[in-house]
């Protein structure tokens, strides 16, 4: 019989799962596995080498990284779908933490609904926060957010020129 719970097995692997409150609780129980914490957030709807190479890379910065994932509501406000194309996310936000929760380099995911992470890194008050080389401090929106209270922000250069559009692309021309 089939239900909509997971397999025990998959519990290990969802505990790195968080709600903001839990892990903002979990960092100030345990500033020594946590600090200093390295944050970084998107959409990861399609897992590529790119986002791997870039989730070690912010890893390598600090302690513990944790991931801030765009709900499936965010993702659909950012990226619209477009003619010809099939509606962002592919892949749903408990799959997308999912994965993202097993990686290597990731120890915290939690999920957002706004279109930016302002709040997460308000309340977290991450020691870095790493975005793609494809960023400025000019056109990074929380930027201003993170100096506020003295964090620092660090670009990350792509590796592996790949992205879940361009993905998408080849999938649909075939």
Request: charged share 20%; hydrophobic share 35%; with cysteine.
């Amino acid at each position: 019989m089939l239900t909509d719970s997971h397999p025990p097995e998959l519990d290990s692997m969802t505990s790195y799962l968080y709600t903001l409150t839990e892990l903002q609780q979990d960092i100030t129980l345990r500033p020594e596995r946590w600090r200093p914490l390295v944050f970084t957030n998107g959409c990861f709807d399609l897992i590529h080498a790119g986002h791997v190479r870039y989730l070690q890379a912010a890893k390598a910065l600090g302690r513990a990284l944790v991931v801030g994932l765009n709900s499936d509501l965010s993702v659909q406000t950012i990226k619209p779908q477009k003619p010809g194309q099939p509606p962002r996310p592919i892949v749903p936000e408990t799959q997308r933490a999912e994965v993202l929760a097993c990686l290597k380099p990731v120890d915290g995911v939690v999920i957002f609904s706004q279109t930016t992470a302002d709040d997460l890194i308000a309340t977290l008050k991450p020691d870095i926060y790493v975005k793609g080389g494809d960023y400025t401090l000019d056109t990074l929106p929380e930027a201003p957010i993170v100096q506020s209270y003295g964090g620092q922000v660090a670009f990350i250069t792509i590796e592996v020129p790949s992205s879940t559009t361009s993905l998408i692309q080849r999938i649909l021309n075939g």
